[in-house]
């Protein structure tokens, strides 16, 4: 049989994601602080400041990183909730309302750090730029499906109500995104970030470096987060009872 | 199924709609109260200097039809849902997006198109010049079925939750956010002088887009709620 | 006006939400093994 699919298959059962994932989540830590410690080495003390905007470009490698995991995660949640409505699957419900939470914390830090950066360069707090308005409606998006899942009794219905938000307003997250950007072109002329498409390696590279190293973060939360739900969900069956008579002995 | 059989289902379920509504039409008018309050309350908020209004007329007036609309969403489904009348009609065998449509062009016609036809009130209590007018009406009559069909997602999704009106909005409001951004546009444009032939032909796109596909969104939420 | 107290501000709220978001599972994990056990013994107990 396809090894590739009789792991899929194998994943479908609790006991053993449960065991496999508590393999992997140290390997997944590791990563996650060797490459931060490397990335922020690189971006706090190599890289140079910026020609405009000065030491404030430092933000960035924290900024623009975070950013990207709360849209990547988004992404994540409506197509692994795609595949939860149509075939039904309870490890992917699992997986799909873990990972809301985290994408909220991530847009969070992108909302926090951008507002910061931008006091020191724009003079102040809050800009209603394209970007920064975008993941605030990515959070207020989050903050929806997390307040939906749990407003539902029964699990099982509760992610797939989640599952069917998730993709809705994924659909319309590009949508929001760009007519947000073109609201932002008819009021303001500001624009936040790198100054050029173009970065310089030596601002690349760190970036790219802590872009990894969260997707290594999202990874283990995500599954430490799966564990705990499903030893909750699963708390009468066999396979946690056993585990915890293996814990007190 | 055959296409006579699902168009007598239309109609029917357009009929008994109509029929409810009419029977309820104190609380349908809830909804536009508030909006008349809503925008009385900007003036007085933010003082009647006619420029200041007249400037934030579009987003204003937009805003308020946001809000009643979320108001009156929250009963959509939610008496044929409590009463299982939502119950028969999924095991009717009829196609559930069919339904939904029906309810939602039901909940545009009582709730949506009564905002269109207040909107020159509330266009003159904001002090619009009048070259916006013309263009905030085709704005709310091109966005308000819009605001149903998004919106019935929301209410499928939340008619089987104890306090779901309130997640209802907190769920629909970032989904409304290109409409609001395109509509007001179009009006403030059209204002200026300037072209708004844009804004108002994505918000059609929008429309049709969302006729096409939300019923189906709506439908899977009903399922759902009534598993 | 100097950049650092916001790059410093910057990187430790998300450190610092970083490491709440890593350890609420952890603590839940912990206070669920503790009910659960406490409930297996319970039942135990009755047997």
Redesign the interface.
Known sequence: MNPIYLFFHKTGSPPWFYNFSGKLIPWLWAGFFLLTGYG?YLGLLVAPADYQQ???V??MY??VP?AWMSMMIYGLMAIWGFIALVWRIRIMEVLIISSA??GA?FT??AL??GS??G??TWGTYWVWDARLTSELVLLFLYFGVIALYNSYDEPRKAARAASLMSIVGAVNLPIIHFSVVWWNTLHQGSSIGTSGSSIHPSMLWPLLYMAIAFKL?YG??LL??A??RL??QD?RKRW??DL??K??S | MSRQAAGTAFTALLRRDFLLAYRRRAELLQPLVFLLVVVTLFPLGVGPSPGLLANIAPGVIWIAALLATVLSLDSLFRSDFEDGTLEQMVLSGQSLALIALARTVAHWLVAGLPIVLLSPLLAMWMNLPDEGLLILIESLAIGTPVLSLIGAIGGALTVSLKRGGQLLSLLVFPLYVPLLILATSAVSSAVAGLPYTGQIGLMIAGLIASMTLAPFATAAALKLSLS | ?S??P??L???L??AA??L???L???I??RG??KQ??LR?ARMEKTQ
């Open positions: 922020l000065g030491e404030s430092r933000i924290v900024h975070a939470p985290i914390a969070i830090i926090v750090t910061l950066w006091r020191p973060y283990a939360n430490s987060r564990r705990v030893l909750k708390h946690v009872k915890l008579s814990e007190t | 006006m950049h650092t916001f790059i501000a910057s990187y709220i998300s939400v970083l709440w978001a890593a609420s599972p952890v839940n994990k669920l093994l659960l056990k297996q």
